[in-house]
């Protein structure tokens, strides 16, 4: 039993104090005195604002000399005017403008913002919308009236108070649907990433050094010159009154605006606040118990001393990391942990022995009654005997193990009521004093079922006792036996279960792949696999999820454990069958080198398979495919290659139907292995921000002079491993998968975003997937895009493949509808590649039809093509739509089809797919050109 010393506790007692100051860290214990220290460190290292951040202040005189709060909109307006007069850059109002006010003072204010050409930002901010059952109140985002948003820019005002009540941090930005807005502190900072991360604001920064006016005093033009030149201005509530105020450290009370302008200092000067983590933090309390540890053989005083001298040490070295660096060192927790050092130091000075003896006792008291316990309700069974076999301590589970009456206790030896084996194992120990230690084992039947075979594991140790007298150990005492057993029975049977479960399907009870696997290898080790073949056949029921729905799931497990008995069954020269997946069975042949056809084994296997199935009274047929793969001699690859190559075979068994059977080839297998990889790379590309998808436009052009009428976007995807992969490849999986969805909502949204920047007169053309439609929210996506991008809903062209058109159901009709109420045009792309019909395309709202790129090749000696494209152009006449006609490449092309009178064109003859950057140059090219041929 540990006995504890005065020394012993000297160096315990401080060591889990200190553990305690970490856990009460931890646990935000000392969150109040840190704040306190991080704001005294800010009052003593207050620094200025950089001044190129200006409030205009709704002060307490301009309430008084305009009138009551809200102001008309006619005000606000003419403070656009002054600042823009003023020459300030940003200007960005924290007022709330998303209510209609008058139609003249709205349209006064739509005036001004118009006249400031984008340089003002309106506030977006959450508030309570409504209450729910719960009675918790639901935030609503409330934006800024939609006939202001053309003009404006949006940044949000939202400000979180922490848990006490004050405000610590700000965010980059804030989360609205799918679209990041800024916040007025990143807006006026001028930071450039859209980003939702909160940041730690420096109160350091002195409000009282922001330069700050009245709105008074500005719509007075006393605003000296050239103070508001190219400076950042925010207006905003500073009157108590308007009750925009917060709480947060070292200037207790601020109004909103000043709030955010703190923020933007704070990312001005670079001086976001970076905590200290609870490593560092416990690092501290660590360092000063190593001091204390250190010093604990010199005196009193010095000790004090010391930790005294840590602590200002700690503190100087926090101040100056805040000041200088924007680090912020919690010294909390050290500190704390330094006054009770301090205490323990002081205490320690006193007498602790008679204190510690009396703890001792007690210890050992409660360590005896434990022990006693445990020993009585241990699930193990206990005796403890000493060398001449008398019985000093047993339990109730030793007396059940082996069936000891209570009055077997008060017998001089416990040898006879053992089984023979253990009291022979006993006498041993006991008697040969070099073994300590002897384990064994018992089984014994409890009844005739096999279930009732019992198995005890026991354990007997020898033990060395110390003599009362001489507890020094200098003499040796008397000499005990321990025996510990435990019933081992269910262990046992569990184990053999889960071993067999390791190896064998449960359902099924064939093989399971992992010794499936194994058990292929040691076919390929074995002598007789030196110069022989062995194939692989993965065999597959055919469409057994549709059984499995229509029949049920318990029939459908009946089948699955008939087809294995029957794999087991076949007099067949195959391997025992192994399930590799839900329906999926395998089994392999061993030959001699070129004296088995795999095909011909499958097609047997398959024959034996089909036949109908009695389950349950219910006769079940079903069909199978099998994929086969060979290998021939020692493999030099994993085993598991093979039977990888046995289901990428199966694959190609599939499209042959129920019954079809397919060897493994390595061309088909790379492109399923490239299919697989591209979907897998493009999910991991969607998930990661579509940072490796660009945009390229071609241009579209005017039949009649070639001057530009447009260009499509055009998806491109290049892998920063794999290059540039080809949209025949990448947009088929994306379909498939559902991927498209979010692609098409980013090609949208990127498009008009780029277009904005092209000359008003051009159109930017827009593919639209099939899955798209289906699921539906194409129309909320293109209402997002246009409203974004600020583009026109004229300038934007949807094209829709003809495939659409297969299922015309009223949801498809409704969504072309309300496309074309938004004001956006309808293309019909790859006319005369599809199976629509010429009244579907009368009965739908199309504008324009895009003539295929096939019919162009031929041209201009196909008489067929050309018809083609004379067909597409009395049809668009008669229906008034233009036709487009795709890949033209050559002057003699574009001579034929101007003669026709097809309306636009695009193709490699008037510009390859290029960058965003290089489109807009094409249109100046193109444009100067124009000029030049006028003049």
């Known amino acids: 039993m540990t006995t504890f010393t005065p020394n012993m506790v000297r160096v315990i007692a401080p060591v889990i104090l200190c553990l305690g100051v970490i856990w009460l860290h931890a646990i935000g214990a000392f969150d109040g005195l840190r704040n306190g220290i991080e704001e005294r460190r800010a009052q003593f290292a207050a620094r200025a604002a950089t001044g190129e951040i200006a409030f205009v202040a709704i002060d307490q005189e301009s309430l008084r000399q305009i009138g009551v709060w809200p102001w008309p909109r006619s005000v606000h307006a003419r403070l656009i005017d002054a600042l823009v007069a003023n020459e300030a850059a940003d200007i960005v109002f924290d007022i709330d403008f998303s209510s209609r006010s008058t139609a003249g003072e709205d349209e006064r204010l739509l005036e001004s913002l118009q006249a400031a050409g984008g340089s003002v930002v309106f506030p977006t901010f959450a508030q309570p919308d409504r209450v729910d059952a719960s009675g918790m109140a639901r935030l609503a985002r409330t934006l800024p009236h939609e006939m202001f948003r053309d003009d404006i820019w949006l940044a949000s005002v939202q400000v979180v108070p922490d848990a006490n009540g004050q405000v610590h941090n700000h965010d980059f930005g804030v989360r609205v649907g799918d679209e990041i807005i800024p916040s007025v502190a990143a807006i006026l900072a001028g ?49 108590l009154e308007l009750r925009d105020t917060f709480a947060v450290p070292v200037h207790a009370l601020i109004s909103g605006p000043l709030l955010q302008v703190l923020a933007a200092e704070t990312l001005l000067q670079d001086r976001i606040l970076m905590p200290s983590s609870i490593w560092l933090d416990g690092a501290l309390v660590l360092l000063a118990l190593a001091v204390m540890l250190v010093s604990a053989r010199i005196g009193l005083a010095y000790r004090l001393i010391a930790l005294a001298t840590l602590a200002v040490f700690l503190e100087a070295a926090g101040f100056f990391l805040q000041k200088d ?75 059940s193990l082996f069936d000891i009456a209570r009055d077997r206790d008060s017998q001089e030896t416990i040898f006879a009521a053992l089984p023979e084996i253990l009291a022979r194992d006993l006498k041993s120990i006991l008697e040969n004093a070099g073994d300590r230690h002897i384990r064994g084992e018992l089984a014994f039947e409890t009844g005739e079922a096999e279930s009732n075979r019992c198995i005890i594991d026991y354990t007997i140790t020898l033990s060395q006792m110390v003599r009362s007298d001489r507890p020094d150990g200098g003499e040796k005492g008397p000499v005990v036996a321990s025996v510990t057993a435990r019933d081992v029975s269910i262990e046992r049977t569990q184990r053999s279960k889960l071993e067999y479960l390791s190896k064998f399907d449960d359902l099924t009870g064939a093989l399971r792949r992992r010794e499936y696997v194994v058990r292929l290898g040691r076919s390929f080790a074995s002598p007789a696999g030196e110069d022989s073949r062995i194939t692989v056949m993965v065999i597959n029921i055919h469409r057994f999820k549709a059984l499995n729905s229509t029949l049920g799931r318990s029939i459908g497990d009946a089948l699955l454990s008939a087809v294995a008995r029957r794999l087991k069954e076949l007099n067949l020269p195959v391997s025992e069958p192994a399930r590799l997946d839900a329906d999926t069975f395998s089994v392999y042949s061993h030959s001699e080198s070129g004296k088995c056809d795999g095909r011909h084994l499958a097609a047997a296997i398959i024959r034996r398979l089909s036949k109908p199935y009695d ?20 493999q030099s690859r994993p085993i598991e290659n093979l039977v990888c190559n046995a289901e990428l075979a199966l694959d190609a068994a599939r499209i042959q139907g129920g019954g079809g059977v397919a060897y493994y080839d390595s061309n088909h297998a790379q492109q399923l292995q490239r299919a697989r990889l591209i979907e897998r790379e493009m999910q991991i590309a969607v998930k990661g921000g579509i940072d490796q998808f660009h945009l390229a436009y071609q241009p579209q052009v005017y039949t009649r002079d070639r001057s530009p009428a447009g260009a499509e976007a055009l998806l491109r995807w290049m892998h920063p491993e794999m290059g540039l992969i080809s949209p025949g490849e990448f947009v088929d999986v994306a379909e498939a998968t559902g991927l498209i969805v979010q692609l098409g909502r980013w090609v949208l949204n990127r498009a008009c975003q780029d277009a904005r920047a092209w000359p008003e007169e051009v159109t930017v053309a827009v593919n639209v997937s099939p899955t798209q439609l289906l699921r539906g929210g194409v129309v909320d996506d293109v209402r997002a895009a246009l409203a974004s991008s600020g583009l026109l809903p004229h300038r934007l062209e949807l094209e829709i493949t003809e495939s659409n058109f297969l299922t015309v159901t009223n949801e498809l009709l409704s969504q072309l509808e309300e496309l074309k109420a938004l004001g956006v045009s309808l293309a ?20 324009k039809i895009k003539v295929d790129q096939t019919f162009m090749r031929g041209l201009p000696q196909s008489v067929r093509d050309q018809s083609v494209i004379f067909a597409a152009q009395v049809l668009g006449e008669g229906l008034g739509i233009e ?3 795709e890949g033209v490449e050559t002057e003699e092309q574009y001579q034929l089809v101007r003669s026709i009178g097809c309306h636009k064109m695009q193709g490699y003859l008037f510009g390859e797919p290029m960058t965003a950057v290089d489109i807009l140059q094409w249109f100046a090219d193109r444009r100067a050109s124009a000029l030049k041929d006028a003049g």
């Open 191 to 239: 930071v450039p990433e859209m980003k939702t991360d909160r940041f730690r604001i420096d109160f350091s920064i002195d409000p009282g050094s922001v330069p700050t006016y009245s709105v008074t005093d500005l719509l007075a033009g006393k605003v000296p010159d050239g103070a508001l030149r190219d400076k950042s201005i925010i207006v905003g509530a500073h009157a």
């Open 325 to 399: 660096l924007a680090i912020v060192v919690s010294t909390a927790p050290a500190h704390a942990a330094i006054a009770v050092l301090m205490l323990i130091a002081v205490a320690s000075e006193f007498n602790l022995k008679s204190l510690l003896l009396h703890l001792s006792r007690i210890e050992n008291l409660n360590t005896k009654r434990v022990l006693g316990q445990v020993f009585a309700d241990s699930a193990d069974g206990f005796l403890i005997v000493d060398q001449a076999g008398r019985v000093l301590e047993i339990n109730d589970n030793f007396r």
């Open 883 to 885: 036709v487009l006609c």
């Open 828 to 847: 019909l792309d790859d006319f005369g590649t599809g199976y629509s019909s010429l009244g579907y395309i009368a009965n739908f709202p199309v504008d």
């Open 615 to 634: 389950l349950d009274g219910m006769q079940v047929s079903a069909d199978f495919y099998v994929g086969l793969a060979e290998a021939v001699g020692p």
